[in-house]
């Protein structure tokens, strides 16, 4: 069980560390719309859609790595449609 335990806390700080950097970066974008109050929200709201398109461009220039989190991306969104009844 210790085995288990390490392994599951070593994910776990892998995915802390990108989850920081992430909230960092976006942070930063979300406080320059926020200072724009409604216009802000407005303009963020027309940016979001057009940058999925664009990620799943770079990932897929990627290679297999890419592949894989599209895939996983894909499996989110699914799942996330037939919850959404």
């Known amino acids: 069980m210790g085995k288990l335990r390490k392994i599951g806390k070593k994910i776990k700080r892998g995915f802390s560390k990108i989850g920081k950097k992430l909230k960092k970066g976006l ?26 398109s664009v990620l799943s461009g770079w990932l897929g220039n ?22 959404d009844v």
């Open 27 to 52: 942070g930063k974008i979300a406080k320059a719309f926020g200072k724009l109050g409604p216009l802000g929200s407005i303009a963020l709201s027309f940016l979001l859609p057009g940058m999925g």
């Open 62 to 83: 990627m290679g297999s790595v890419g592949k894989f989190i599209l895939n996983i991306g894909s499996k989110i969104q699914k799942g996330s449609i037939i919850l």
